[in-house]
């Protein structure tokens, strides 16, 4: 059986409010990701900007300035980049929305299930999209997931029988009483369900902004098996790892849950 290796990476940040300015702190951290060889580089959901921001009024459209800055990042450095950002909606919600972009080509993912739990309802903001996707970057199948889809076995599944070998959660998952376990234990499982890698990119940790805890950190490569091969703290940084596809074919042939 012949390897299939990749280099990726998560770049842990903490995005604050201003488009223009989270798209140079992507820029830096894409760069950092890229000088320590990765090919893929996951960045956490709302990277564009911050859950407590009025998201109506940043969204933009795929074409727009935010979604041209990533392009012309990935471009130049020669990587695919998984951004979180959000598109308009004609009922004056938003797209909670992934924008895998590259070398490649690109894809979109529109979160599927929304965060009404917790207290918070996203559905009053975020419209819900519907459609699972699976794409191939350097010969690697990808599937994508967003933040509250780690809650939903079932997404993860299909994911893992649509042939992905590697899943990319971007999240901003809110802290609090219990939050990191439930988090760990989710992207363990899921991992598990897909019978893939997972690459879960999550917001670094700061103080909340009002009432909303915006990231826990802990970015997190996990395998097929549930192994957590690499972990962030809570802090801004890069988690970079190396995977070997070829692992995934023997899990799924020994246990053959798909």
Wanted: proline content about 6%.
């Amino acid at each position: 059986m012949t390897a299939t290796w990749m280099t990726i990476a998560a770049a842990q940040i903490g995005s604050g409010p201003d488009p223009e300015a989270n798209l140079t702190l992507l820029e830096e951290y894409a760069g950092r990701a890229a000088r320590s060889g990765a090919t893929l580089v996951a960045f956490p959901e709302a990277t564009m900007a911050c859950f407590g921001t009025d998201l109506a009024s940043i969204a933009q459209p795929l074409d727009g300035p935010f979604a041209d800055g990533v392009r012309q990042c990935a471009q130049r450095l020669g990587v695919t980049l998984v951004v979180g950002m959000f598109e308009p909606v004609d009922d004056g919600r938003v797209y909670n929305t992934l924008l895998l972009t590259g070398p490649d080509g690109e894809c979109t993912y529109r979160k599927i299930h929304l965060f009404d739990a917790f207290g918070s309802k996203e559905s009053d903001t975020v419209a819900p999209g519907s459609e699972h996707v699976v794409t191939e970057v350097g010969g690697v199948k990808v599937g994508l997931a967003t933040c509250y889809d780690l809650r939903f076995a079932d997404q993860f599944t299909a994911l893992g029988r649509a042939g992905a070998e590697l899943v990319v959660v971007p999240a901003s998952w809110g802290d609090g009483p219990g939050k990191a376990e439930q988090w760990d234990v989710l992207a363990r499982a899921r991992a598990m369900d897909a019978q893939a890698f997972l690459l879960a990119a999550g917001q670094a940790w700061r103080p909340p902004q009002g009432a909303d805890p915006l990231g826990i950190g802990r970015s997190c490569l996990t395998d097929g098996l549930g192994r957590v091969r690499a972990r962030l703290g809570h802090e801004q940084g890069v988690l970079t790892a190396q995977i070997d596809t070829a692992e995934v074919a023997p899990v799924r042939a020994r246990v053959p849950i798909l």
